[in-house]
């Protein structure tokens, strides 16, 4: 899959934090509240975000199996020190090609955070199919949907998110994306596959303040819509310039669509 550094991890860790849906969040946590103990299976964990959004409101046992293809980001999750009993256990390995290795483990909740809208829509079929073969709940959050506001408007920002959006849709590394519209597939897959599912939006709230995940941001999407050769680079540019200085000038703030969801099956080992 495609890789990411891990400075942009910690950049937007604090607006995923704010973003995840609490009514969403809660569900989650009170599956496995009135347990001892518990095992997770943290897929593409990055640096550990949801480990640490998670691990305080858990029993004090945990067993956290941190499954990611870049060891540096599995080294980074592994380092948060936590009170109680919480095990962490790297697993390098591709999610492409290795898939259902993983999800043979032990586990009471499979968690993933900005990983759907990465996936192809066969490998959502593969994933989801073998989770409900073992009845295993899903929480998924931050899987972006494509909505993307922006102040103050500019003539181009429509055009822009429209062909970002497009490039959400290329390959990924698990074949054609489903990008903004993967929540969506994977709710409907899962209701189709017998789960119950709770779902809200997780949108990032990016004020004037916060200047540089803007400045990350829109120099991402610019060179996103430049690879899709669809719109001339002076207009790219041109946008870019006149986003960027409202950045400057304290005047710009922005909402990232995102959705997050949990999924129970009607029945759970």
Same mark, same amino acid.
């Given at each position: 899959m495609s890789g990411f550094s891990p400075e942009w991890l910690t950049l937007r860790e604090n607006y995923d934090v704010r973003a995840r849906n609490p009514v969403v969040l809660g569900a989650a946590i009170a599956q496995l509240k009135a347990k001892s103990a518990v095992r997770l299976v943290d897929l593409a964990c990055g640096t550990g975000s949801t480990l640490r959004s998670l691990c305080p409101q858990l029993p004090a046992r945990q067993q956290w199996d941190l499954v990611d293809s870049d060891p540096r980001l599995l080294n980074a999750a592994c380092a948060t020190n936590?009170?109680? !009993?919480?095990?962490? /256990?790297?697993?390098?390995?591709?999610l492409n090609s290795d898939l259902e290795t993983v999800l043979n483990r032990p586990s009471d909740l499979i968690t993933t955070s900005a990983l759907l809208d990465l996936v192809s829509e066969a490998w959502l079929d593969r994933f989801a199919r073998h989770i409900a073969a073992h009845a295993l709940p899903l929480y998924a959050a931050l899987t972006y949907d494509g909505r993307?506001?922006?102040?103050?408007? !500019?003539? &181009?920002?429509?055009?822009?998110?429209? &062909?970002?959006? %497009?490039?959400?849709? &290329?390959? =990924? #590394?698990? #074949?054609p994306a489903l990008g903004p519209a993967a929540a969506a597939a994977a709710i409907n897959k899962f209701e189709s596959l017998g789960y119950? *599912?709770?779902? $809200? /939006?997780? !949108?990032?709230?990016? #004020?004037? %303040? !916060?200047? =540089? *995940?803007?400045?990350?941001?829109? /120099? $991402?999407? %610019?060179?996103a819509a430049r690879e899709m050769q669809s719109l001339s680079g002076s207009k790219?540019? +041109?946008?870019?310039?006149?986003?960027?200085?409202?950045?400057?000038? +304290? %005047?710009? &703030?922005?909402?990232? #669509?995102?959705?997050?969801?949990f999924a129970t099956p009607s029945t759970t080992r």
């Open positions: 936590f009170a109680g !009993d919480i095990r962490r /256990n790297a697993v390098q390995l591709d993307v506001e922006l102040t103050p408007a !500019d003539p &181009t920002d429509a055009v822009i998110v429209e &062909t970002v959006n %497009a490039h959400q849709r &290329t390959e =990924k #590394g698990f #074949g119950s *599912i709770v779902q $809200g /939006n997780s !949108d990032w709230v990016i #004020g004037m %303040a !916060d200047r =540089k *995940i803007q400045v990350e941001l829109l /120099n $991402g999407w %610019a060179d790219i540019d +041109g946008w870019r310039t006149r986003r960027l200085r409202a950045v400057d000038q +304290g %005047a710009s &703030t922005m909402r990232v #669509g995102h959705i997050d969801f």
